[in-house]
């Protein structure tokens, strides 16, 4: 829905968040929106093991600007620390213990904010399909994270730090 006189990257955002294949992804089970506190977002992807990431994103600039995220302590309410990061599937080369800690804990994707302004241009160039551009939409952007996730182990909240 438009409001006039709203920010309107803060209305497409909500547009997105509203919008089907985020309800989808959000009705599998594969995320789920905790808060939106403008101009963070605060979601759950869910792990291979059926625990949940809590993920903070920046979104200010959005679309135009890819969303930037870092791994999230729900209950902390603060960032994650790396011995809790997921472990194992395909999430070391998603959220790298040698790279992300360096990088403001950034998914190591080609459409994290982050990431995309820590490597030269044709490292997205590379690959189109999984690169951010304004036409993504935030349901995009969650996709290639859980996707990233399926058969890791979260590592539970006693775990060293």
């Keep these: 829905m438009t409001v006039p006189g709203a920010d309107p990257e803060r209305q497409h955002l909500q547009q997105d968040l509203e919008a089907a294949d985020f309800e989808a992804g959000a009705g599998a ?13 605060t979601v759950a992807v869910a ?6 990431l809590g993920l903070r994103i920046a979104v200010d ?3 135009a600007v890819a969303p930037a995220g870092e791994p999230w302590d729900l ?21 790298r213990p040698d790279w992300s800690p360096g990088n403001a804990n950034a998914p190591y994707l ?4 982050t990431a995309i302004r ?19 939409t935030i ?16 590592p539970p909240p006693g775990s060293a730090q």
Aim: charged share 25%; hydrophobic share 35%.
């Design 139 to 154: 349901a995009f952007f969650l996709r290639e994270v859980q996707w990233g996730l399926r058969g890791t182990v979260l």
């Design 47 to 52: 792990c291979g093991d059926g625990n949940e």
């Design 61 to 63: 600039g959005y679309p």
């Design 118 to 136: 820590t490597h030269a241009p044709d490292w997205a160039d590379g690959q189109p399909n999984r690169a951010w551009h304004p036409g993504r």
């Design 75 to 95: 209950l902390e309410d603060k960032s994650l620390p790396v011995a809790r990061w997921p472990q194992g599937g395909d999430s070391p080369p998603v959220f």
């Design 29 to 41: 089970g594969y995320w789920r929106l905790v808060r939106l506190d403008w101009p963070t977002l």
């Design 110 to 113: 080609v459409c994290d904010r």
